[in-house]
């Protein structure tokens, strides 16, 4: 399979807050191959926003055991976290820190190309859904 489009977004009501990701997959064609929805309890909504990402490598590792994909095109509306694993932005915050190197350990672990592209919100309206609903719902999909 070639590429795959995975849009993420975390959430949090206050900051820090009662907190969700939202993360959902699609192949090349626009279908969709997986979506989740997941509390996290209380972080920051950076926090939030790394956590989502990284839950989406689990959810690419399991998509992988049945097909393997060329490119994995990561798309976030969280700027902040964007530029900071383009390395356009310096990690300051330690909890962030350690997000951003569990990140890229594993990203790199599992040989994959990928990019990361900042979206506006307006195109990552279902990421966000999942994650508010998992926060309205304090449990997962």
């Known amino acids: 399979m070639g590429a795959i489009k995975v849009f993420t977004d975390g959430a949090s009501r206050r900051n820090p807050g009662e907190s969700g990701i939202g993360?959902?997959?699609?192949?090349?064609?626009?279908?969709?191959?997986?979506?989740w929805n997941e509390y996290i309890g209380i972080t920051t909504n950076n926090q939030a926003e790394y956590k989502a990402l990284l839950k989406s490598i689990d959810l690419i590792s399991k998509l992988e055991e049945n097909s393997s994909f060329e490119m994995i095109e990561f798309y976030a509306d969280s700027e902040l976290m964007v530029k900071q694993i383009k390395g356009l932005y310096?990690?300051?915050?330690k909890e962030l820190v350690?997000?951003?190197?569990?990140?890229?350990?594993?990203?790199?672990?599992?040989?994959?190309?990928?990019?990361?592209?900042?979206i506006d919100r307006s195109l990552n309206k279902v990421a966000d859904k999942l994650a508010n609903m998992a926060i309205d719902n304090r449990n997962s999909l």
């Open 98 to 118: 350690q997000l951003y190197r569990e990140f890229n350990r594993r990203i790199r672990e599992s040989g994959s190309k990928y990019n990361i592209t900042h």
């Open 23 to 35: 993360i959902i997959i699609y192949d090349e064609s626009g279908s969709v191959l997986a979506k």
């Open 90 to 93: 310096k990690v300051k915050d």
